[in-house]
């Protein structure tokens, strides 16, 4: 395919200049992807705030689309173009030993689109096959299925702690990974306890499944005790080091606590008390994409709407004002921010069924 496409390329902090490329060609074993949206999340802020951090530059950003297939490479079986699709984003090697384990997210070589490849902020990207996964058949429009990314993200995280149904888990932060994680972990069958400052962002943790939803406006064993909640998991999303003061003080004997939100200065490790509490602390990063993408697509296709997470969608040149800079100050206006590079003003987000 010939032509130019406009594309978000990210060349150094605070420099993300809206380009006109080339639409790349796909290679052997590759696919050439018409990105239909994109999702914007915290690395993203992050790498347009202060990066390089994990992107190599020149790069386009955006590692959660989903979009048709336009054309695809020499050796590629079971992709054909009019094909939805979604993406993994993380390309991995297939041959150290975590991927030989099926642990690929923690391969030697792992790159992510989007960070040091270039991604889906654009009208076309380039993907290997084997992080596509065919979603035609879902009945999902292409704006649900641009949460896929991050919905995978929260099934690994409950995957790698354990929680199953009858079990007690609390998240702390409900923002956008944490509200996915609220949903994985009560779709698990789990009593999920839902803490965060917003009142807003309580009532969408009920909606989402929570069975409580309380503002961290006091010491929150107090609030547990009163509940009658011994958390079996506590997931610490909102990075911050109250949030993790807060859940390994709410711990108890036999807890696991999976710390998703990424600390920014170091943090004294107790590991006296832990080691006496036989308190399990489980790290989860990324996700793999053979088992929690499509659990992710499955779990999208539980709950008939998703416009409370993700009710508008904005156009390319909306990138920097209105998804990277409100994340950086904390005040977007939706947990999910999509990007349609085909649109010139906000639309509203599609979320019905086909």
Not at 222 to 247: H, I, K, M, Q, T
Request: charged residues 20%; hydrophobic residues 45%.
């Amino acid at each position: 395919m010939t032509g130019t496409m406009r594309a978000a390329v990210l060349h150094a902090a605070g420099d993300l200049r809206m380009e006109d490329r080339e639409v790349p060609s796909p290679g052997p074993g590759e696919v050439l992807v018409r990105v239909a949206v994109c999702g914007v999340c915290g690395t993203d802020a992050t790498e347009y705030d202060r990066g390089p951090v994990l992107t190599v530059p020149p790069v386009v950003l955006g590692h959660e689309f989903a979009g048709v297939v336009e054309a695809v490479g020499e050796g590629v079986d079971g992709l054909a173009p009019g094909a939805v699709v979604v993406c993994g984003a993380g390309v991995s090697c297939g041959t150290c030993k975590r991927c030989r384990e099926g642990r690929t997210n923690l391969c030697r070589e792992y790159r992510t689109l989007g960070l040091q490849l270039d991604g889906g902020l654009a009208g076309y990207v380039v993907a290997p096959a084997g992080i596509l996964l065919d979603v035609s058949g879902s009945g999902l429009s292409l704006d649900t299925l641009g949460l896929v990314q991050p919905m995978a993200i929260a099934v690994h995280v409950v995957s790698r702690s354990g929680l199953h149904a009858g079990q007690d888990a609390v998240v702390v932060g409900v923002g956008g990974i944490g509200s996915f994680i609220t949903f994985a972990a009560a779709a698990s069958g789990a009593r999920v306890v839902a803490v965060d400052r917003s009142p807003a962002r309580l009532e969408l943790a009920r909606s989402l499944g929570a069975s409580d939803a309380v503002l961290a406006d006091e010491p929150l064993p107090d609030r547990l005790r009163r509940l009658g909640v011994e958390p079996d998991v506590l997931f610490e999303v909102s990075g911050s080091p109250d949030g993790l003061e807060a859940v390994f003080a709410a711990a108890v004997p036999g807890s696991v606590i999976v710390p998703v939100g990424v600390q920014k200065t170091e943090v004294a490790a107790p590991f006296g008390s832990w080691t006496l509490r036989e308190l399990a602390v489980v790290g989860s990063v990324a996700h793999v994409f053979a088992t929690d993408v499509p659990e992710a697509v499955r779990l999208l296709g539980t709950r008939p709407d998703w416009s409370d997470l993700a009710a508008e969608v904005l156009p390319l040149d909306g990138l920097v004002d209105d998804a990277l800079a409100p994340l950086l100050r904390g005040g977007a206006r939706q947990i999910k921010t999509l990007i349609d590079p085909w649109i010139a003003a906000p639309r509203p987000a599609v979320h019905t069924r086909s």
